[in-house]
């Protein structure tokens, strides 16, 4: 392994500990849950989830879950979008 490898490999480990840094504005998610598998989505602070407590309630466990798992990382506006409901 050369050098400047090396050097992007200590630089990683230190911005993982920075989660300041990151700031998640989209992405897509398959959520396992107890009964089925649902596609989940987050796009520009506005979440998604096919199953049909979302479809009724603009949230549900599967987002919540994410929200918590991801807490630190999402666009705040995804944060609110959660507490909001
Ligand atoms: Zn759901």
Redesign the pocket.
Known sequence: MDSSIIGKIDKARKYAEEKERVTITSFKASFQGNHNT?Q?SFDSGVWH?Q?L??TTRGV????MALQRMLDEVLAHAAKDAVAAN
């Not at 549900?60 to 987002?63: E, L, N, P």
């Open positions: 649902y989940v989830c199953c407590f979302f549900c466990g599967h987002t």
